[in-house]
């Protein structure tokens, strides 16, 4: 069965970074776009960003843009969010999502705070 697994998230200072990772299994990964998701207390659900299958369009929020990169490796079936310049306000619980299924990861905590 497919699965996505979330990993790389913690505390971390503002004007920090980090990697994120989602591991994917149960489907040919290559084949589909795979998605970042993140929800903070109390928000809805919201796009991060998203990566065309062989990784050459994406696509951000405007509230990461040109501090968020997506990236995949599909000789690893993973999928990336490298995070840089974080601010308290991307404080979330981050998901990957592979959109055209509909499945979730677990998602993992990322917050940001002093």
């Known amino acids: 069965q497919v699965q996505l697994v979330e990993s790389g998230g913690g505390l971390v200072q503002p004007g920090g970074s980090l990697r994120l990772s989602c591991a994917a299994s149960g489907f040919t990964f290559s084949l589909y776009a795979m998605s970042w998701y993140r929800q903070a207390p109390g928000k809805e659900r919201e796009l991060v960003a998203g990566i065309s299958s062989f990784g050459g369009s994406t696509n951000y929020a405007d509230s990461v843009k040109g501090r968020f990169t997506i990236s995949r490796d599909n000789r690893k079936n993973t999928v990336y969010l490298q995070m840089s310049s974080l601010k308290p306000a991307d404080t979330a619980v981050y998901y990957c999502?592979?959109?055209?299924?509909?499945?979730w990861g677990q998602g993992t905590q990322v917050t940001v705070s002093s």
């Open positions: 999502k592979e959109p055209k299924g509909g499945y």
